[in-house]
């Protein structure tokens, strides 16, 4: 049986986020270090922009075959013809991207409190996006902070595939994977590193270790 999510290292990018390196060159470095989902978020800059970032990060990608997810912008993942889109509870309800977007083979939603779990909208999604963990400074609208033991409640409650983020490292990675989370998102870990391969290559050790 093929996985239906079988990915592991999840690299959540926007160019303001890479400290050191030009943005394609840090998601070209992670992708070789072990990151194998990518997810373009772009929250301060203009459509056109976005667009732009987005056809250049998918070229890069292609080269690799890793696939690009695209944050809360459907006609921006639509146009670039990304292989998913990832929103949240205040963004494009999935239901409503389902109907849009008939070929769309990947479809995440991150869920802020439990209730969300037994709506539509969670069971309309591929996977699960369990935001934050641990609180983060590159997010901080956000209701709870899930912690390990919030990731073990979600999984005795579910089956979807858990994609854990919010303040994820190379510290904390083992122990996320052992309480049932299947995948880490990272931002900082990897954008905001001198070396952003040899990093993905750390945080993947920690998560095949798990």
């Not at 998601?27 to 194998?36: C, L, R, T």
Request: contains cysteine; negative net charge.
């Amino acid at each position: 049986m093929v996985k239906s999510f079988p990915y592991q290292l999840y690299l959540v990018i926007s160019e303001e986020a890479c400290v050191h390196n030009h943005f394609l060159t840090v998601a070209e470095q992670a992708v070789k270090g072990g990151v194998d989902l990518v997810q373009l978020r772009e929250k301060n800059t203009s459509t056109q922009a976005f667009l732009q970032k987005a056809f250049q990060l998918k070229e890069v990608l292609d080269r690799y075959d890793v696939p690009l997810i695209i944050n809360d912008q459907l006609e921006i993942a639509q146009q670039v013809e990304a292989y998913g889109i990832h929103v949240g509870t205040s963004d494009i309800a999935p239901t409503q991207i389902r109907k849009n977007w008939k070929n769309l083979q990947c479809l995440g939603y991150s869920i802020e409190e439990l209730q969300q779990l037994d709506t539509l909208e969670s069971k309309t999604a591929d996977y699960l996006g369990i935001s934050p963990v641990f609180s983060t400074p590159t997010k901080t609208d956000t209701i709870t902070e899930w912690g390990l033991n919030g990731i073990q409640q979600i999984r005795s409650m579910t089956d979807k595939p858990l994609v854990a983020i919010g303040n994820m490292n190379i510290q904390n990675t083992y122990e996320v994977i052992k309480a049932g989370a299947d995948c880490i998102a990272v931002v900082s870990a990897i954008c905001a590193s001198r070396n952003p391969a040899t990093a993905a290559e750390q945080l993947r050790n920690e998560i095949e270790k798990a």
